[in-house]
């Protein structure tokens, strides 16, 4: 069942009821000040950081679902009726409904009784405010008489406490309103040299800012007396819960149209500026000033609007393919390539199932984001690399976590995470391939930014790879720490209270459990490595690395390999796990997608075994489960992944994130068929007829799908933020479509679904644009039989990088 569709013309998802399975999600902002934005306008703002600066208040879990957002009411005041524009908090049933989720913005549309309402939410490049565009149009054949209310409840800064520490927080509410501006000054009075100001375009016919009065006591969001009687009481917020909200009245003759904007923004004052006049208690506005004046003009609201979709247009088009198929073209070219960018910005912290107050940005997270989002805006993922590698510790090891506002290592959580280290080599490794900006490497970085730590960059990746060398168990294969990419297989933490964290109770000594995902994650940092070391001219650190990973492929094929498939770790008591002889968890996803990855088994038909053994055993119609059989209890030794209910999560879900390692895997072994099929089985565009179903939004990923075990099987969750968004997007840019950035060059490898005829790309690639032409003639699905760059035929399939700026056409032909 479909609940919208995609207008790929104008790169947006349009919801067609406000009732969709679960909320459909948009975010809103790309650099400091972010939103998130349902359907129904549910969400909430915040500065750089979900937790420590949040603007606006939302509970998760809450019923109704998403209550809480960028509320409007509209009231004709002739009847007294009122409704809500966006459907929530009145449900109002609406004569016209429509949603559109662009990049950056989201647009609700709706009409009742012939009046017509269209609200345009969305932050201008570069400034910390968002922007709602109000129309409202008479389309009711005579006049009326309306009044507008607009509702936000903000949030007391930092969300958890926010949350929990209420004795406090219902004394310290403050506000002022000067001119018509709400401002929003909790705390400034002391440290807090910021606050939040709600102004509209309008005069005001009332205010209020305290929300019990706005409500009325006992009364809910869905029908406040403010807006049942048509006028505003004039609140102020004095402790309890200070609230925004405006009231304009509209008088609009038939066919009449009206445009309002209000802005809600966030600001900084420096320390000995705060106040104006300086002795006084009020906030000094000079900066905000004019910025208000300014964007509440139509005109240049609506210019910021065209900057934001031409800067879209611009990253968009650095990639645009055109295939035989219609899933793979949207997602590629808008959808997940959006998602990519989101997920750079937030790694886990916000979403509807990432509460923003738990995790901060991941280390192995990060480093992944990178790979989906590289090519849109090197220089940030520059930046990102070096705030993450500034965290890593000094033996190589990495803060599991960082916090975004501060830059600085989590040490609740830790390190330990064995893994870790090696993603930084991958990270890095992106990043050069695809800028060829080589002098990152030589960048002096802090280790655990301590300052006098300073080393280039370069020795930051050798001690991620010593981190593992020097960690080696009894198979000598790499110990396995408190996870490695699994943060669920918990083997040195054997845990019977409830409550207990599974990532950060050790109380094994790590001594013994080992993992083969780590031994296939570490032959290909060494690759990596290999490549980067070369390239300097380091002739001991390729020796060292070269020698490092075959040592490492020796022990796998020892210790690592079960016969048919890959296996997945040794336990605490040296037991193997991911084998023939485990009756649950006999085989595992993880080490099939990395070790083949790292090109174990390519060459001498391991690996195809692998594959076969994943399709027979893991693979579904709704994609492939992390793991089977599922693990049917809990079992002390194995930790988390066993905790849940079996086909939830990584105990035998479809983990969305190791999907794309076996498309990767498919392609490398030249079986594109195969590889397509596995892309199109997750891709959430391929999923939107069985929206019922899969209830999350079609046009993203999301973290998980339930597995065969699960009762719900095909019913996702955790949309948005996941490691998925980047994988997806390599696997099928580079592996199944083929076009590959290599240290020197692109590399052309298509493997595809033997039926095609061919597909084009339009590829930006440091600096020169790629008109890339793909026919297959003889319909294989694997094999390029020629390459041919501005008329030339070349060499093999590697397209060295050119310097300059100017377009570049390839014409490749497979067979
Ligand atoms: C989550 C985490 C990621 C981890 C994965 C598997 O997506 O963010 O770091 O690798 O789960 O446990
Ligand atoms: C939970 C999740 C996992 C995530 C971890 C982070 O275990 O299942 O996906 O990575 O928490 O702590």
Redesign the pocket.
Known sequence: MHYGHFDDQNREYVIETPETPLPWINYLGSEAYFGLISNTAGGYSFYKDARLRRLTRYRYNNSPLDMGGRYLYLRDNASGKYWSPSWMPTRTKLDKYECRHGQGYTIITSKVNGIKSSTRYFVPLGESLEIWQTTLTNESGSDSDLSLFSAIEFCLWDANDDATNFQRNYSIGQVEIVDGVIYHKTEYRERRDHFAYFACSEKLDGYDTQRESFLGNYKGWDQPQVVESGSSLNSEAHGWQPIGSHHIKVQLKAGEQKQIVFILGYQENPKDDKFDPPASQSINKKRVKPLIEKYLQTENADKAFNTLRNHWTMLLEKFQVSTPDTDTNRMVNIWNVYQCMVTFNMS?SASYFESGIG?GM?F??SNQDLLGFVHMIPERARERILDISATQLKNGGAFHQYQPLTKRGNNDVGSGFNDDPAWLVLGVAAYIKESGDWSILDEQVQYENEEGTESPLYEHLQRSIQYTLDRLGPNNLPLIGR?D????LNLNCFSDTPGQSFQTTTNKDGTVAESVFIAGLFVLACKEMAGIAQHRNDKAQVDQVENASAEMEKTVWTAGWDGEWFRRAYDNFGHVLGSKENAEGSIFIEPQGMCIMAGLGVENGNAVKALDSVAEHLATPHGIVLQQPAFSQYYLHLGEISSYPPGYK?NAGI?C?TNPWIMISEAMVGRGEKAFDYYKRINPSAREGISEQHKCEPYVYA?MIAGKDAPTHGEAKNSWL??TAAWNYTAITQYILGIRPTFNGLKIDPAVPADWDGFTIKRKYRNVTYLINVTNPKHVSKGVESVTVNGKQIKGSMIRAEDGSGEVTVEVVMG
Request: net charge neutral; glycine share 12%.
């Open positions: 886990r995790r991941g192995r997270d996870a990419w699994n943060d669920c990584e983990f994130h973290q996941s490691g």
